[in-house]
């Protein structure tokens, strides 16, 4: 297995719980991602993007990060291009760090989507902000490991067929969930979360505890 990190230009949060997630990871950091460096901890082996947003005054030894640019006029973001090397370097699986929030809530949606097609391939993926994470879901069935009282939602990306979620507040059974619905927001942990899926595509979206040791 070869984990890679790609530092995006979302919203950030140091845990625990994310120090973890990438630890012994292979960094690359697009365009803006790279101020999340210092607060990780890490140096990426490559900088990626057009370079339009690059954070000013880095240290120095950030500001050295080998670049691999592309012009401003593309047909795809700087993360995704992130993601396009990692896997031509041999990624078998990805954290996306900084893939929610910023001032791009269009960015945030295709990196959603782009990890339901990179899973879809068998890549698998965590989407995290380090106080939000999401999980790709696929027909089948998956455990999660949230602590009891942990906030979750299953954004559905398509009508959902067979959902089933235990270990939670609201529990489901098998049921059909029509595109659009909000029948699937604001659930909450209270044991072994389980979720089994029939038919669609949707990101469970959890809002871990920040608590130390999270």
């Keep these: 297995m070869s984990l890679f990190t790609l530092l995006l230009g979302g919203d950030l949060v140091r845990t625990p719980r994310l120090d973890r997630q990438i630890a012994g990871s292979r960094v690359i950091a697009a365009d803006s991602g790279m101020l999340h460096a210092a607060l990780l901890g890490v140096r990426p082996e490559l900088w990626v993007g057009d370079f339009d947003s690059t954070p000013p005054h880095l240290p120095g030894e950030l500001a050295a990060v080998p670049r691999r640019e592309f012009p401003a006029d593309k047909d795809m973001t700087d993360g995704e291009l992130a993601v396009a090397i990692a896997l031509e370097q041999g990624a078998t699986s990805l ?120």
């Design 95 to 214: 954290v996306l760090a900084g893939a929610f929030g910023g001032q791009r809530a269009d960015h945030a949606f295709l990196h959603m989507a782009l990890a339901l097609r990179l899973a879809q391939a068998g890549t698998p993926v965590l989407l995290t902000s380090g106080a939000q994470e999401g999980v790709p879901l696929l027909p089948g069935r998956g455990r999660f490991d949230y602590e009891a009282g942990t906030l979750f939602s299953v954004l559905a990306f398509s009508g959902l067929s067979g959902l089933t979620v235990e270990g939670a507040k609201w529990p489901l059974f098998e049921v059909e969930v029509p595109f659009g619905s909000s029948l699937t927001l604001s659930n909450e942990v209270k044991g072994r979360l389980e979720i089994g899926l029939g038919q669609g595509r949707a990101v469970l979206l959890a809002h871990p505890r920040l608590d130390p040791g999270t």
